[in-house]
């Protein structure tokens, strides 16, 4: 019998503890893969056929949809509340659109599993969650004076999550004297994030313990408001987390998925590379590479992601019609061909340092070689996929004109 237990949770303390002793990095500037000592597969395997090889992910998911069926109870009741609360808040500009939310009330439980191996952690914040329009987000009071206590009402409280000091404090926190001492010490607090622009000034519209809940919108113009609910009946028994999100409108959340589509999926595959580029050493190969990574996820949310969003934001919250357009020039068509070409390029330099440091294993050799050809492969589907995005803009832009 042949037994292989190989977890690939890298986030855990033994991983962690792997990438710190690693037998060939003799270069403490030497950029190595992410998982370069790491176990590399999540199977169990008896015997050779592959009909018994069963991973770690496949036992959760089927854990996961076993579940389904209460989930899907549970998932209901809430769309259930939501309607009704959205429904009694309609002139504080709540809008609940039913149909949209019953598409996946329940992380299905591919992605659910896909979380949990991505983070370590076995907490998924999202497995049931819905989605409101308010087209007056902007006013904090319809929050706390209105939504919250509806919740409440019915039985829904704010869950808790844990944030540094260091990240409270960038939201208006002042730490004690002891907590100045290790700002990365994490606190409790309700699981509220408020991503919306200029809205700061409206904190004493939020109750006391929220009041810490006010963070920025996304690098790429994305704005929401998240939070997560538990029943407050179950809240001492390891409680399911249902998730909220507040959009401006419909236009807003189709850009969401459009965005998400085209853009977003794709820059996050960079985060897939074997290789990390620890050494921002200025001139670097490493640096390089990284600024490469930089340049294109700019050129994407700038010409992309950005212009969705304040086009649906405009036409929710403004009834604007009228779109900024989106279109990639000739030259920014080579620029993007520069950038990959050039990642590419400090890539393989980085590989080749790696191997150069590497100690004399060949099993170590051996991995190096298999992570370039890993990443050689991402960074080709990465590119695939963002030339595919440039051509659907230019020709949605192209029909716009004629």
Do not use: W
């Not at 939501?82 to 019953?102: H, I, T």
């Not at 990240?167 to 606190?187: F, T, W």
């Not at 609910?229 to 807003?252: S, V």
């Not at 920014?332 to 061909?337: H, K, P, S, T, Y």
Request: proline share 3%; net charge positive; charged share 25%.
């Amino acid at each position: 019998m042949n037994l292989s237990i190989t977890p690939k949770f890298q986030t855990f303390q033994r991983a962690k503890q792997a990438n710190q002793n690693q037998s060939y990095q003799t270069n403490s500037t030497v950029s190595l893969p992410k998982y370069a000592n790491t176990l590399v597969k999540d199977t169990v395997s008896f015997g050779n056929t592959p009909r018994q090889l069963v991973t770690v992910a496949d036992h959760l998911q089927a854990q996961i949809a076993a579940d389904s069926g209460r989930l899907s109870r549970i998932a209901t009741t809430y769309l259930d509340v939501l309607e009704s609360v959205a429904s009694g808040l309609k002139e504080k500009g709540f809008l609940f659109d039913r149909a949209y939310c019953e598409l996946n009330p329940v992380k299905s439980p591919k992605s659910y599993t896909s979380k949990v191996v991505r983070s370590g952690h076995f907490k998924v914040p999202d497995t049931i969650r819905a989605t409101l329009y308010c087209n007056n987000a902007y006013d904090l009071s319809v929050l706390n004076d209105g939504l919250l206590p509806e919740m409440q009402k019915r039985g829904y409280i704010l869950s808790t999550t844990e944030r540094t000091i260091k990240d409270l404090v960038k939201r208006g926190y002042v730490p004690n004297a002891v907590e100045e001492a290790d700002l990365s010490k994490e606190i409790t607090v309700p699981d509220l994030d408020i991503r919306l622009e200029n809205v700061s000034e409206q904190v004493t519209k939020l109750d006391p313990h929220l009041r810490y809940s006010i963070s920025k919108p996304q690098k790429s113009g994305y704005e929401d408001i998240q939070m997560r609910f538990i029943r407050d009946f179950d809240k001492k028994k390891n409680p399911i987390q249902h998730e909220l999100i507040i959009l401006f409108g419909p236009h807003y959340s189709k850009a969401k998925h459009d965005e998400s589509k085209y853009v977003y999926d794709a820059l996050r595959k960079f985060d897939e590379l074997s290789m990390k580029f620890s050494d921002d050493t200025i001139g670097s190969h490493s640096h390089k590479a990284n600024r490469y990574i930089e340049l294109i996820t700019q050129m994407f949310r700038g010409k992309i992601s950005e212009k969705l969003f304040l086009n649906a934001k405009n036409k929710d919250l403004y009834d604007i019609s009228d779109e900024i357009p989106i279109h990639f020039t000739e030259t920014d068509i080579g620029m993007f061909n520069n950038y990959f070409s050039g990642l590419h390029d400090r890539m393989s330099s980085v590989y080749a340092e790696a191997k150069k440091a590497a100690s004399s294993s060949d099993s170590a050799k051996k991995q190096l070689s298999k992570d370039l050809r890993h990443d050689r492969n991402c960074l080709n589907e990465i590119k695939d996929i963002l030339s595919n995005t440039i051509e659907h803009f230019n020709y949605q832009s192209d029909l716009k004109k004629t």
